[in-house]
């Protein structure tokens, strides 16, 4: 049975800091790219990374490059999502997702993921 349970999130404030981790259980977590998501209340869940299954390459949408960054350890099957200088509008449920196959493109749709996990709420205050 494929788990993938995201940890980190919490409350912060404008400018603050926070780093999400997911960890995969019963897969080859290797053979997977992975992917951050994000939906916050009343909107349309969004793509915020992703990286390929060696985390030879990643992706962000606008709206956090140059703030966020994904990082991944095989060795431990994890995913990490840095966040620098939150705002107030990256308050969401965050959920990593598990897209299989080795493949060297991202995809940004989430119907393009195979796995996914709970999701851990992120709240930034002003």
């Known amino acids: 049975q494929v788990q993938l349970v995201e940890s980190g999130g919490g409350l912060a404030q404008a400018g603050d800091s926070l780093r999400l981790s997911c960890v995969g259980s019963?897969?080859?977590?290797?053979?997977?790219?992975m992917g951050w998501f994000r939906q916050a209340p009343g909107k349309e869940r969004e793509f915020v990374a992703g990286?390929?299954?060696?985390?030879?390459?990643?992706y962000y949408a606008d709206s956090v490059k140059g703030r966020f960054t994904i990082s991944r350890d095989n060795a431990k099957n994890t995913v990490y999502l840095q966040m620098n200088s939150l705002k107030p509008e990256d308050t969401a449920v965050y959920y990593c997702?598990?897209?299989?196959?080795?493949?060297?493109?991202?995809?940004?749709?989430?119907?393009?993921?195979?796995?996914w996990g709970q999701g851990t709420q992120v709240t930034v205050s002003s």
């Open positions: 997702a598990a897209d299989f196959g080795r493949s060297t493109v991202i995809p940004t749709g989430g119907a393009q993921y195979n796995y």
């Open positions: 019963g897969l080859i977590f290797s053979s997977f790219g």
């Open positions: 990286i390929t299954w060696s985390g030879g390459s990643t």
